[in-house]
């Protein structure tokens, strides 16, 4: 049972000349994916950031794994299957499918970002999580 989902249209512009969705957008949707559902479970990003004094929810890493091709027409449901709490850092994972066909499967991990003597650091996420109710 996903955590969350969302539609998202390939149009033309999206795709690379081989007619397939070029890769970078992935990332950018992936992304896009995880603002929607802060948007949806509360006060959104920049909210969240003001809530716990932060710069950002911010990516520590990112990676995808590209198991069939999207093209102009598609629409990919996003859905954020798992969130994986450390002290912090979070791990999201993320799958996008094309009907019934598995897309992408991805994960990014994330910090609270905060600034401390001059430079970004990662907070603890225990306040994240509370204001989440997870
Ligand atoms: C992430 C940092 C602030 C962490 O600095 P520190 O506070 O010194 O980290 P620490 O070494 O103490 O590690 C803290 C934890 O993070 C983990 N960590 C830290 N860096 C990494 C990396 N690079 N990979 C994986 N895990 C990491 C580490 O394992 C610790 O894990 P747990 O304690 O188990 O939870 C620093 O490494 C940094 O500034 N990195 C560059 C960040 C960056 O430039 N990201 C790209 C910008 S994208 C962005 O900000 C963004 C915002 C919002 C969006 O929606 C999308 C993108």
């Known amino acids: ?7 998202q249209s390939v149009t033309f512009g999206d795709c690379d000349p081989a007619g397939i969705v070029y890769y970078p957008n992935y990332y950018r949707w992936m992304d896009g994916t995880f603002h929607e559902y802060l948007r949806a479970v509360s006060s959104g990003h920049s909210g969240v950031c003001a809530q716990l004094g932060a710069r950002g929810l911010g990516l ?7 198991r069939s091709p999207a093209v102009d027409g598609t629409v990919l449901r996003y859905a954020i299957e798992g969130i994986t709490w450390a002290n912090k850092s979070f791990d999201i ?8 066909r598995l897309v992408l499967e991805g994960m990014e ?3 609270i970002f905060i600034e ?4 970004l650091r990662a ?3 225990a306040p994240l999580r509370a204001l989440l109710g997870l």
């Open 93 to 100: 994972t993320y799958t996008a499918h094309d009907g019934d």
């Open 109 to 111: 991990r994330r910090g």
């Open 1 to 7: 049972m996903s955590i969350f989902t969302r539609d």
């Open 60 to 66: 520590m890493e990112s990676k995808l794994a590209f």
């Open 123 to 125: 907070g603890e996420t």
């Open 116 to 119: 401390k003597d001059g430079r």
